[in-house]
T-cell receptor, first 116, second 115 residues
Framework: AQKVTQAQTEISVVEKEDVTLDCVYE???????LFWYKQPPSGELVFLIR??????QNEISGRYSWNFQKSTSSFNFTITASQVVDSAVYFC?????????????FGRGTQLTVWP | GAGVSQTPSNKVTEKGKYVELRCDPI?????LYWYRQSLGQGPEFLIY????????DSGLPNDRFFAVRPEGSVSTLKIQRTERGDSAVYLC?????????????FGPGTRLTVL
């Protein structure tokens, strides 16, 4: 079975705080891809990052960083020095298999609110 | 360049009616996906096309739902005999697996309300 769990339904922080969004996935495939998307109030899903199952290096992009740990089947997302514009729903997604095509399995999302 | 576009942005219909939702993928993208997102949930897969053919339609909930992509570009999702439970945001995504494997780029969605 393929499954993504985002246990945090809602998180509220004050601007400049760091925040980590958790993502745990389940798959029996040895090759797979993991994604994070941002959905601001406008509704459009914005791609943030893609990682494949063979690359466990952590990644940093500006204030964003991702921690991928196969041992715990987790792919967590940290925002450093959060800003009001970071307020959105964040989705973690899984694409099982090594094919370049295929459906995504999404978690239920985490609503992040950053207060000024 | 232009992103994925979807029309209409909002559609209100009555129970039992037929609706069509349109998706224009990013130019040149060969793969096209449809998802449905209910309030407070993540997107759920419906169907995807590679070129003109439906490669996986296992997410379509029943035979009232049908999608086409006759020329390998624009796609239409068709819902017959709509029910109140069909109310959701219908999202379309496209990708170019030959160059950027597995990254799906989403449109703004069509909010369908069935009264």
């Amino acid at each position: 079975a393929q499954k993504v769990t985002q246990a945090q339904t809602e998180i509220s922080v004050v601007e400049k705080e760091d925040v980590t969004l958790d993502c745990v996935y389940e798959t029996r495939d040895t090759t797979y891809y993991l994604f994070w998307y941002k959905q601001p109030p406008s509704g459009e899903l914005v791609f943030l990052i893609r990682r494949n199952s063979f690359d466990e290096q952590n990644e940093i992009s500006g204030r964003y960083s991702w921690n991928f740990q196969k041992s715990t089947s987790s792919f967590n997302f940290t925002i450093t020095a959060s800003q009001v514009v970071d307020s959105a729903v964040y989705f973690c997604a899984l694409k099982p298999g090594g094919s370049t095509l295929g459906r995504l399995y999404f978690g239920r999302g985490t609503q992040l609110t950053v207060w000024p | 360049g232009a992103g994925v576009s979807q029309t209409p942005s909002n559609k209100v219909t009555e129970k039992g009616k037929y609706v069509e939702l349109r998706c224009d993928p990013i130019s040149g993208h060969t793969a096209l996906y449809w998802y449905r997102q209910s309030l407070g949930q993540g997107p759920e897969f419906l169907i995807y096309f590679q070129g003109t053919g439906a490669a996986d339609d296992s997410g379509l909930p029943n035979d009232r739902f049908f999608a086409v992509r006759p020329e390998g570009s624009v796609s239409t999702l068709k819902i017959q005999r709509t029910e109140r439970g069909d109310s959701a945001v219908y999202l379309c995504a496209s990708s170019l697996p030959e160059r950027s494997p597995d990254t799906q780029y989403f449109g703004p969605g069509t909010r369908l309300t069935v009264l």
